[in-house]
């Protein structure tokens, strides 16, 4: 039977370690912005990568630990559905705006966890294209005997990681929204 959140009990072999499994999912949304914004489209981004550990203290869970890793390169842009305007974005964002040949990598470490009811709050170091932010996230999680699934939903301005908005259309005037939003969907097994 599933908990919700983490037990606080006493584990007798210390600290727990989730891998994440394949199943986990990191999707960006993307809005539009500019003087011809209502022309442009809104972009869903998924990582087709995403690996990483949870490693639980039971009973001290601040003490816990999130790392989560996505290989930049391996960000698709799903939507609009015209398979051309895909290759282009998707092209753009790996090369003008993550830059993926100098910045290969983007990565989540918490760095302060606090209990909040039966969920988490964090504070993680997020770093996008060689710059780091502090963020906050609150976590859903659910966790089993060897099973751990969290739920995670925040937003961040691009400018904050040194990103100009992707800008499109005639003249640049089509752009995306400074502020995109995470969802995350993890599916940890314990080592």
């Given at each position: 039977?599933a908990?919700?959140?983490?037990?606080?009990?006493?584990?007798?072999?210390g600290?727990?370690?989730?891998?994440?499994?394949?199943?986990?999912?990191?999707?960006?949304?993307?809005?539009?912005?500019?003087?011809?914004?209502?022309?442009?489209?809104?972009?869903?981004?998924?990582?087709?990568?995403?690996?990483?550990?949870?490693?639980?203290?039971?009973?001290?869970?601040a003490r816990?630990?999130v790392?989560?890793?996505?290989?930049?390169?391996?960000?698709?842009?799903?939507?609009?559905?015209?398979?051309?305007?895909?290759?282009?974005?998707?092209?753009?964002?790996?090369?003008?705006?993550?830059?993926?040949e100098r910045?290969p990598?983007?990565?989540?470490?918490?760095?302060?966890?606090?209990?909040?009811?039966s969920?988490?709050?964090?504070?993680?170091?997020?770093?996008?294209?060689?710059?780091t932010?502090?963020?906050?996230v609150?976590?859903?999680?659910?966790?089993?005997?060897?099973?751990?699934r969290?739920?995670?939903?925040?937003?961040?301005?691009?400018?904050?990681?040194g990103?100009?908005?992707?800008?499109?259309?005639?003249?640049?005037?089509?752009?995306?929204?400074?502020?995109v939003?995470f969802?995350?969907?993890?599916?940890?097994?314990?080592?």
């Open positions: 039977m908990e919700s959140g983490w037990s606080q009990r006493a584990h007798p072999d600290p727990i370690v989730y891998r994440l499994t394949p199943a986990s999912r990191l999707d960006v949304a993307t809005g539009k912005a500019g003087l011809f914004g209502f022309a442009g489209h809104v972009h869903l981004i998924r990582a087709r990568a995403v690996s990483g550990r949870v490693i639980y203290v039971p009973d001290a869970p816990s630990l790392e989560i890793s996505v290989p930049a390169e391996s960000l698709e842009v799903l939507t609009p559905p015209d398979s051309e305007e895909i290759r282009k974005v998707t092209a753009a964002m790996r090369t003008d705006v993550l830059k993926v910045f990598t983007i990565t989540f470490v918490s760095k302060r966890i606090a209990v909040a009811d969920d988490f709050r964090l504070v993680g170091a997020l770093t996008i294209a060689g710059r932010v502090d963020v906050p609150d976590i859903r999680v659910t966790a089993g005997p060897d099973t751990l969290a739920w995670a939903h925040f937003a961040v301005n691009q400018t904050a990681f990103i100009k908005s992707y800008r499109g259309g005639p003249g640049g005037t089509v752009r995306v929204a400074d502020r939003t969802d995350i969907a993890i599916v940890a097994v314990r080592e």
